[in-house]
């Protein structure tokens, strides 16, 4: 039967909670300034085929693939879930995992949309090449991830050679994200923050938006090192099954020998 | 005395070889491709406040905080350390990540000199807030590192709670210089391919420069994953001294017992 790991886990539960709510915020401080950001200065949000389509993109993609994905990421390090049983929690990890992967997908769409609509080149920059990789990863992350994990006749030998590549995909997904949403910020304030468009101020002037969108940035950074902290702390990791659990033929039958 | 955990270890030691291989390679082929970017298409390397200072820039970041601090970085993974003291090799990690330290702030001062003399202005793009915290970020880890694991009045007490925030912020320090090198690639691009500026061709028609200088975007990414995995895999780390060598009041004394 499955032993849960409380002993060494559970006595850094405060310090655990402290930086899951740290994480919590910054990921809504995130979403909220990059709402701020598209509302405020870049004339809010449609689905029209104009620069407000265009919006969508960085709503969705710092809403979906840095936060909603962030907060799936850590899903099964909350303490409360450990003495439980499993299947419930990886139902919930594949959906939001599934939530950020639609959210990403519909702000690609709105990127190319637009892009098609005004003959605007597709991937052609850094940003889009490591945006569309990003995505391509995620999306094979998360099927393997499903056949691997929660299939019934997924066998456990494919579980055992899986578990530490989705581990690690899972973390270089996060941070190629980063890298995504830095870049494509910093390449929207150049395009949109010249001495000479419509009378506004350049960006080397740091114009409110320029230091809002530079702090959605720098609050992005945060998170994805939060995330990464919780992540990484082998203390709040939920053990593995001993290894008389490994004979299990399938996830099922896991999910009931656990419950 | 101090035991090496050769038995799990060395198991892995080919496959880890091969990641290392992998790891090497792609440096390699980050510096070379950031050489020949700077010195085929953006005029070459000088230092004389004009662009070609500017391009030590690019040259230096990546060169010394990406694959400098890579190298260094996964140094004490390589298994042929392992039974070997570790004073040595804490020196040559010490040193590689200062020689990585003095070439990005190199590289700062370059683009700092070429600003400047030309009257444009500093840290305002999103990029330069990432690369400068980064920097920042580095030195602090450096010092804090030399005071904890070098000097040898450095209490056990401390070295014990800094290693996690090191190893940490080690990682995550390699994840803000992914970030920075790619929005300022990204950036670069933009600035210098644009159809009217010498008759170049814009970014967006993907010119031989451009699909050179988004293809180092891709290797420092798959180098960054490389550097992380190497990292993040428990069978590849040396193992800490058991809790009886706990009791060392410093590291010289360390090193002593353990040679």
Chains 1, 2 share one sequence.
Request: charged share 10%.
């Amino acid at each position: 039967m499955f032993k849960f790991p409380e002993a060494s886990g559970m006595r850094s539960a405060p310090l655990f909670y402290l930086c899951y709510l740290l994480c919590v915020a910054l990921g809504l401080a995130c979403v909220l300034c990059v709402f701020l950001w598209n509302s405020r200065w870049r004339g809010g949000l449609a689905w029209d085929l104009t620069a407000q389509q265009f919006n969508w993109h960085p709503v969705l993609m710092v809403t979906g693939l840095v936060v909603m994905y962030g907060y799936g990421a850590v899903l099964y390090r909350v303490p409360l879930t450990w003495g439980q049983n499993k299947l419930p929690w990886k139902l919930l990890h594949a959906a939001m995992m599934l939530l950020s992967l639609i959210l990403a997908v519909v702000g690609l769409c709105a990127v190319f949309d637009v892009h098609n609509a005004h003959g605007t080149a597709n991937l052609y920059s850094l940003h889009s090449w490591i945006g569309i990789c990003t995505v391509a990863l995620f999306a094979m992350q998360w099927l393997l991830g499903f056949a691997g994990f929660l299939l019934p006749c997924s066998p456990v030998a494919l579980r055992k050679l899986l578990k530490p590549v989705h581990v690690w995909l899972g973390s270089s997904i996060l941070m190629l994200s980063v890298a995504a949403c830095i870049s494509g910020i910093n390449e929207k304030l150049f395009f949109v923050l010249k001495a000479d468009v419509n009378g506004s101020q350049p960006y080397s002037s740091l114009p409110a938006e320029a230091v809002l969108a530079n702090s959605l940035g720098a609050l992005i950074v945060a998170f994805g090192l939060v995330v990464l902290m919780i992540l990484s702390n082998g203390k709040w990791q939920r053990a593995d099954p001993g290894p008389e659990d490994l004979t299990y033929t399938s996830l099922l039958q896991e999910e009931n020998d656990e419950s």
